[in-house]
């Protein structure tokens, strides 16, 4: 018996150079009773054609803002609403009362005094209420800068550009972290125009940062923007009233009581969008310098013009806030929808479009698998989807997603609202080592047996039976909602979801490699997310192969080919 698992493990491995003649070849070695093995290699046609991505689930800790067009996918916009992160426990420094001692007897950081205010920094108080007896000094406020931290970029480096930042709230909606968003959410329903926290010109490469500082491997490149002063005042003394009320119960959830969050806009500007990994929020304040021993502050050195004593020595701290993954980040993607659906339109090849533009459908030819291969065991399947070469001379050209995943069309959206990862049953990921000139999936076996063992046609072909109809929610060519009423089994495989398969381009995230002596480095996939980068590949197949208005042998240039290994012990085919 181990000669026929020997015999078809070998079919697997060299399938791709075999055909219906060479399946049986080598049998004659093998014993009589195992003489009756019956392997071969079947071919199937596979159609495809490019559909909308329409809305898609986007967890992210990766923020896009900016614009760009595109001779062929048109004008793309990109801004996204986030959430910052409190650490439970955060508190700010109290007000100096005579010693920076802790309870240790350590120096610690401490706020100025009504003496060392100043005219740069905005006193706060524990209320409002001047009149309250108990009203006391608890810290101050100098400004809130924020910094779009990015690592990279897609577009030009140096074009214009310019982006707003509001404060979220005062709208509609809340961001809630029991919610999916999506890249069609509305920022208009989170925040109010009015609250503009402040604005900031530039440019991807900032010129004004020297070439030697720039080339560093520790430099990150941001956009920093400064909350105008009112609005600085405003967040940053809720925030330190409400710190201070709290103390170490001081949270996330305290913290959005008072601050929603943030929507990053692009307003200005054609050529650039910016990848943002982390937002950070600084509540810049006004501490005095002490002595580490003693906990009395310092003085200055030097007198300064016009002075007759030394000034006390002070300088700025701060508070963070962050963007994290605890945290909700929504990005707000916009295509060009008519140049969309031009692509959409083209009968001669597919898209691939990122991000949340165009995917490519295929139908899998399941029955048909499984009325002429009846009663054999499928061991291997594969699909290869050719890449066409592009000659475009665009200067700011987008790549080929180079990470792509197959995925049975019913749990597209699910895949990516739950987290999960590619199991090689109802997904296979495309994740190439080495340059490559098509997607191939080489053996997606499990993801047929999936199709085949669900029950939905069984149960479809009962529903039909002696006359019955069934209603089915479909997308249509323009990306709309549409209902089809099917009369037959061959009517409901056209336009149901059973038998389809969508590739889409995803960013994957792997773990730390690992290595070992003997199998060298490996990592493992922990994430799987939508990719949100753009780029685009054009795909053999095209609604041409459907198109019964050409010749048969016109309509077959553009379908593609699955090739099934499969195995039969001694009985017979239908």
Known sequence: MKAKYALIALLAITFWGCDDNTAGLGLGMFPGSDQNINGKLSTFDVTTESVHAGKIYAMTNVGYVGKFTDETFGTYQAGFLAQLNCPTGMTFPGVYDGTALDEKKKATRVMVDEEGLGDDVKPIYNTDNENDPNRKLIGNIHTIELYLWYSSYFGDSLTACRLSVYELGEAEEE???????????????????????????????????????????????????????????????????????????????????????????????????????????????????????????????????????????????????????????????????????????????????????????????????????????????????????????????MSTPKNVLLIRKKYKDSFFKDNQLSDGITSSLFNPTTSFTQYTFNNITQMINDCLADGEREEAEKKLKNGGTITLQITNSEGETD??????????????????????????????????????????VISIQHDLKPGYARLKGGTNATNTSLPKEEQDKYKLKLEVVSTNFGTKSK
């Open 483 to 524: 209902t089809q009423v099917v009369h037959d089994i061959e009517e409901w495989e056209k336009y149901s979801d059973w038998n389809k398969f969508i590739l889409i381009p995803v960013l994957v995230t792997t773990d730390a490699s690992s290595s070992n002596s003997y199998y060298g480095s490996s990592s493992n």
């Open 175 to 397: 961001l809630n972290q029991e919610n999916a968003y999506y890249t069609d959410i509305e920022p208009e329903k989170f925040y109010n125009p009015k609250n503009l926290l402040g604005t900031k010109a530039y440019t991807a490469v900032d010129l004004s940062v020297k070439d030697s500082i720039r080339k560093l491997s520790t430099y990150v490149p941001s956009v920093h923007v400064s909350f105008k002063q009112d609005a600085a005042i405003e967040i940053g003394t809720k925030i330190i009233q409400k710190a201070n009320k709290s103390g170490i119960n001081f949270d996330d959830k305290t913290f959005r009581e008072i601050f929603k969050g943030i929507y990053v806009k692009s307003d200005y500007g054609d050529g650039t969008v910016l990848y943002i990994n982390q937002a950070q929020m600084n509540v810049v304040y006004k501490c005095y310098a002490v002595d580490t021993l003693t906990g009395v502050k310092l003085k200055k050195k030097v007198l300064e013009e016009g002075d007759t004593e030394y000034k006390d020595s002070t300088y700025y701290g701060y508070r963070t806030f962050t963007t994290t993954r605890e945290v909700i980040q929504a990005n707000q993607l916009q295509n060009d929808k008519v140049a969309i659906q031009n692509c959409i339109n083209n009968p001669e090849w597919t898209y691939l479009k990122s991000p949340a533009g165009i995917f490519t459908q295929l139908t899998l030819p399941v029955s048909q698998i499984a009325e002429k291969l009846q009663g054999d065991t499928l061991n291997a399947v594969k699909l290869g989807i050719p890449i066409y070469n592009e000659t475009s001379d665009k200067k700011f050209g």
